[in-house]
Structure formats: structure tokens, C-alpha cells
T-cell receptor, first 110, second 117 residues
Framework: KQEVTQIPAALSVPEGENLVLNCSFT??????LQWFRQDPGKGLTSLLL?????REQTSGRLNASLDKSSGRSTLYIAASQPGDSATYLC?????????FGGGTRLMVKP | GAVVSQHPSRVICKSGTSVKIECRSL??????MFWYRQFPKKSLMLMAT?????????EQGVEKDKFLINHASLTLSTLTVTSAHPEDSSFYIC?????????????FGPGTRLTVL
């Protein structure tokens, strides 16, 4: 059974810092790895999707990497802004299933 | 882009009543839809997989008689929480698979917050 873990569970940084969120998964037989953002009380916003054949994806200030062999993915956020404050979830897809990590709650202070 | 809607976005009900939540794919056909629930400060947990025209597949520990799922058309799946109790209060999110874009493309709805008094 796939298990997805995110570290740290919470993170607080001053505005402008570059930061890295970590995601690890136990079963490397995945189709893709996704990163989502969730604002309090809201649904999910898909940020980046990395197919199993890819190493990374970039969108604006966000860069996500995938290392299947080690079961790891990272989400890099450059020049963080207060508007980036949210919970970030990673999810691994295998077959019919998305397995979510526990999330990292990010607070970017002005 | 693809859009998935949920209705209602928020519902408050009395204990013992039943609540129906709708999940619609607005611009694509979804043969498969998924229902998740999320407790406060926790991650999403898959409850069941809803397949159009057939019975839903429930995850271990999810009571199928408690959470009734109907996927009657290619654009609509409903989740009915029967005889709701305060412990059923949660955030329910659906997702829909766009088969035309490949097996791994899921689009998520905005979620429904259920509060049972």
C-alpha cells in the first residue's frame, strides 16, 4: 500500500525566502506525482503534475522535481510571498488511486 | 480548462437528517468520479470510487449504507450522507476523471463543507 509523507508539517518563513517542501512515497511504481495548494476551507488547486518519465516541472516561481528511484519529490518556491500562505499537498498516482500526503502548512510573513 | 462543480458548497443540517451532495463535470464526460473527505488539519482520504452505471467501490472502513453514491450519468455523481451525525461533519471533495485525456487526469471540485448539529 502506497504511503506518502510530507516534511515539514508546518513551515513559517519571512517574505522573500526561497523554500523547499518535501514529499516521499513508498511505492515507486507511480504514474505521476502532483502538487496541490489548498487554502483554508477551500478545495484543491492543482499546481504541478510530473509524469513518471519526467524529472521536473516548472510554473512561474514553482519548480517540482521527481526522483522515482528514491521515492522523493520536492516543491521549490522561489521568492516567497504572503499570498503563498496555504497548505501544500502532494499526491502520488498509481492505477486508480491518488494517495495524498499529510500536507505542509506554509506561512509566509510580510 | 476542465471544471468540476459541487453543490452545495456549504450545508448545515440537524442530526438524523440526510444530505445529498452533487458532483458535476461541466465540460467533459467522466466515467469515473472519486469522493474524498477531509477532517480539520488532515489530508484527504479517499472514500469511494464511483463508476457510471455500476455500483461504487468503497474504501475499507467506509460504510456504504451510510454514504450512498449514485453515478447515474457521465456528468453527475451524488453522495448522500444518510442519518447524519456530528462526527460526519467534514469537508467532502469530489474529483472526476477525464477519460479523453488519459487515465491519470483528475479534476477536483471545490468541496462541500458539511456541518451536522
Amino acid at each position: 500500500k502506497q504511503e506518502v509523507t510530507q516534511i515539514p508539517a508546518a513551515l513559517s518563513v519571512p517574505e522573500g525566502e526561497n523554500l523547499v517542501l518535501n514529499c516521499s512515497f513508498t511505492d515507486s511504481a507511480i504514474y505521476n506525482l502532483q502538487w496541490f495548494r489548498q487554502d483554508p476551507g477551500k478545495g484543491l488547486t492543482s499546481l504541478l503534475l510530473i509524469q513518471s518519465s519526467q524529472r521536473e516541472q516548472t510554473s512561474g516561481r514553482l519548480n517540482a522535481s521527481l526522483d522515482k528511484s528514491s521515492g522523493r519529490s520536492t516543491l521549490y518556491i522561489a521568492a516567497s510571498q504572503p499570498g503563498d500562505s496555504a497548505t501544500y499537498l502532494c499526491a502520488a498516482t498509481a492505477g486508480n488511486m491518488l494517495t495524498f500526503g499529510g500536507g505542509t502548512r506554509l506561512m509566509v510573513k510580510p | 480548462g476542465a471544471v468540476v462543480s459541487q453543490h452545495p458548497s456549504r450545508v448545515i443540517c440537524k442530526s438524523g437528517t440526510s444530505v445529498k451532495i452533487e458532483c458535476r463535470s461541466l465540460d467533459f464526460q467522466a466515467t469515473t468520479m472519486f469522493w474524498y473527505r477531509q477532517f480539520p488539519k488532515k489530508s484527504l482520504m479517499l472514500m469511494a470510487t464511483s463508476n457510471e452505471g455500476s455500483k461504487a467501490t468503497y474504501e475499507q472502513g467506509v460504510e456504504k449504507d451510510k454514504f450512498l453514491i449514485n453515478h447515474a450519468s457521465l456528468t453527475l455523481s451524488t453522495l448522500t450522507v444518510t442519518s447524519a451525525h456530528p462526527e460526519d461533519s467534514s469537508f467532502y471533495i469530489c474529483s472526476a476523471r477525464d477519460s479523453s485525456r488519459g487515465p491519470d487526469t483528475q479534476y477536483f471540485g471545490p468541496g462541500t463543507r458539511l456541518t451536522v448539529l
